[in-house]
C-alpha cells in the first residue's frame, strides 16, 4: 500500500550483479539530483557483502555519503512496484514485466577498482543520471 504521495512519484530501480558500485553511485546520485521527487530503488542478482569503498569515495568527493548503504536482492516485487529499471550488467536475471521501461547502460564494472579507476564511471552515471531525470520527471 502506497500513499499518494509514492504514487504519484515515479519509481526508478537500478540492478546490477552485486549491489555494491554501480547501481548503488546511480541510486544516489537520482534520489540527490531529483531532491525527492523520485523514489529510488537499487538491487543486485546477487549482492555483495558491502558497498564497494573505492565507490563510497568516489561519491564522498561529490558530496554524497554512500557509506550506510548496503547491497540489496534483486526481487520480483522491487521490479513490479517499478516504473523504470535500469539494468547495468546483470543480463537475464531481472525479471521482465510489460508495461515497464528498461534500459540497459553498459558501464564499466568498478569491482575491485581504485578511486581513480572509479571516477570516470561515476561521471558517466551522473550525466546519464541527469537524463534520466529530464526525461522522467514532467517539466512545469
Given at each position: 500500500?502506497?500513499?499518494?504521495?509514492?504514487?504519484?512519484?515515479?519509481?526508478?530501480?537500478?540492478?546490477?550483479?552485486?549491489?555494491?558500485?554501480?547501481?548503488?553511485?546511480?541510486?544516489?546520485?537520482?534520489?540527490?539530483?531529483?531532491?525527492?521527487?523520485?523514489?529510488?530503488?537499487?538491487a543486485g542478482s546477487s549482492p555483495a557483502e558491502s558497498v564497494n569503498?573505492?565507490?563510497?569515495?568516489?561519491?564522498?568527493?561529490?558530496?554524497?555519503?554512500?557509506?550506510?548503504?548496503?547491497?540489496?536482492?534483486?526481487?520480483?516485487?522491487?521490479?513490479?512496484?517499478?516504473?523504470?529499471?535500469?539494468?547495468?550488467?546483470?543480463?537475464?536475471?531481472?525479471?521482465?514485466f510489460p508495461g515497464k521501461r528498461y534500459e540497459d547502460w553498459e558501464?564499466?564494472?568498478?569491482?575491485?577498482?581504485?578511486?581513480d579507476a572509479v571516477r570516470p564511471i561515476r561521471d558517466d552515471i551522473?550525466?546519464?543520471?541527469?537524463?534520466?531525470?529530464?526525461?522522467?520527471?514532467?517539466?512545469?
Amino acid at each position: 500500500m502506497s500513499t499518494t504521495e509514492t504514487a504519484s512519484k515515479p519509481t526508478v530501480l537500478f540492478v546490477c550483479v552485486h549491489n555494491a558500485g554501480r547501481s548503488q553511485m546511480a541510486a544516489a546520485y537520482l534520489t540527490t539530483l531529483s531532491n525527492g521527487a523520485i523514489e529510488v530503488r537499487s538491487a543486485g542478482s546477487s549482492p555483495a557483502e558491502s558497498v564497494n569503498p573505492a565507490a563510497v569515495t568516489a561519491m564522498a568527493e561529490e558530496g554524497i555519503d554512500m557509506s550506510a548503504e548496503i547491497p540489496k536482492v534483486l526481487t520480483t516485487d522491487a521490479v513490479r512496484e517499478s516504473d523504470v529499471v535500469i539494468t547495468m550488467g546483470c543480463g537475464d536475471t531481472c525479471p521482465i514485466f510489460p508495461g515497464k521501461r528498461y534500459e540497459d547502460w553498459e558501464l564499466e564494472d568498478p569491482a575491485g577498482q581504485g578511486v581513480d579507476a572509479v571516477r570516470p564511471i561515476r561521471d558517466d552515471i551522473k550525466a546519464r543520471v541527469q537524463g534520466l531525470i529530464a526525461e522522467v520527471l514532467p517539466t512545469s
